[in-house]
């Protein structure tokens, strides 16, 4: 089993930023890939970005030179650096993890707010 605890979220301005992390505990050897995921009030989850433990990333059209996913091995770790944010990036964002499509895991979520 694998525990995931995203942290970071909070309210921030339009055009602010905000870091997010993911801390990974349990069974956390040969996880392909992780990543985040999102979802807005009243829409369906989509996926933000995820990094495979290759380090090959992927993102979002809609935040493609906003938002940057790494993540730090030695803390189990992975993050999501949110830069020059919009009121459209509001959203509970929840970690993911996985080994194959059919074991995956998920964090409860923190909540993002981009208000004035």
């Known amino acids: 089993q694998v525990q995931l605890v995203e942290s970071g979220g909070g309210l921030v301005q339009p055009g602010g930023s905000l870091r997010l992390s993911c801390a990974a505990s349990g069974s956390i050897f040969s996880l392909n890939a992780m990543g985040w995921y999102r979802q807005a009030p009243g829409k369906g989850r989509e996926l933000v970005a995820t990094?495979?433990?290759?380090?090959?990333?992927n993102y979002a059209d809609s935040v493609k030179g906003r938002f940057t996913i790494s993540r730090d091995n030695a803390k189990n770790t992975v993050y999501l650096q949110m830069n020059s944010l919009k009121p459209e990036d509001t959203a509970v964002y929840y970690c993911?993890?996985?080994?194959?499509?059919?074991?995956?895991?998920w964090g409860k979520g923190t909540l993002v707010t981009v208000s004035s």
């Open positions: 990094i495979t433990s290759g380090g090959s990333t």
């Open positions: 993911n993890a996985r080994r194959t499509l059919s074991i995956q895991y």
